[in-house]
T-cell receptor, first 114, second 111 residues
Framework: DTAVSQTPKYLVTQMGNDKSIKCEQN?????MYWYKQDSKKFLKIMFS???????INETVPNRFSPKSPDKAHLNLHINSLELGDSAVYFC?????????????FGPGTRLLVL | GQNIDQPTEMTATEGAIVQINCTYQ??????LFWYQQHAGEAPTFLSY????GLEEKGRFSSFLSRSKGYSYLLLKELQMKDSASYLC????????????FGSGTRLLVRP
């Protein structure tokens, strides 16, 4: 069974469109994260939710809006997509106080904006 | 500011030993992680250090010196499957458990 899953795995879309990426974890973790990995492989945190509450919001354009319906799910909605949004987006989860708070990553969503 | 430095690329021979260095300057420190990422895949956890010294886990070991802001990952008996990127990440001291990643070291293992 996949511990952290993301859909879709690949997403190709036109500039200006709105798209969503979904993430689910079955590890029972309290905290979930969204990361962006650019073409230079630099992994940068975007958002983090703990028990459905936003706790990290890095300097990310307002076009990006995370939503956590419950602690097992964290979705990412992107409005008015731009060329620079092309990247791999990784979801991750962890539980503070357990296993050194090791973060477990999903398989990634490869977004290409044309 | 926050800065994590790693070499961009390294090459080593199958069966050999390789050391990947990481230096960091962060506003706080609450542990250092090493992750392995194969091309096109997700990062996977390798090791964690929060106290100075060496942590050994099979063929992989990780060392930390907090006073020097320095860590290394040591890979022994290299195998072809060890060809991957190795990401150094520091957990910030605040309560958000934020990980700050370096840009990763791409390791190529040759026969």
């Amino acid at each position: 069974d996949t511990a952290v899953s993301q859909t879709p795995k690949y997403l190709v879309t036109q500039m200006g469109n709105d798209k969503s990426i979904k993430c689910e974890q079955n590890l029972g973790h309290d905290t979930m994260y969204w990361y962006k990995q650019d073409s230079k492989k630099f992994l940068k945190i975007m958002f983090s939710y703990n028990n459905k509450e936003l706790i990290i919001n890095e300097t990310v354009p307002n076009r990006f809006s995370p939503k956590s319906p419950d602690k097992a799910h964290l979705n990412l909605h992107i409005n008015s997509l731009e060329l620079g949004d092309s990247a791999v987006y990784f979801c991750a989860s962890a539980t503070p106080g357990q296993e050194f708070e090791t973060q477990y990553f999903g398989p990634g969503t490869r977004l290409l904006v044309l | 500011g926050q800065n994590i430095d790693q070499p961009t690329e390294m090459t080593a021979t199958e069966g050999a030993i390789v050391q990947i260095n990481c230096t960091y300057q962060t506003s706080g420190f609450n542990g250092l992680f090493w992750y392995q990422q194969h091309a096109g895949e997700a990062p996977t956890f390798l090791s964690y250090n929060v106290l100075d010294g060496l942590e050994e886990k099979g063929r992989f070991s990780s060392f930390l010196s907090r006073s020097k802001g320095y860590s290394y990952l040591l890979l022994k008996e290299l195998q072809m499957k060890d060809s991957a990127s190795y990401l150094c990440a520091v957990r910030d001291l605040d309560s958000s458990y934020k990980l700050i990643f370096g840009s990763g070291t791409r390791l190529l293992v040759r026969p």
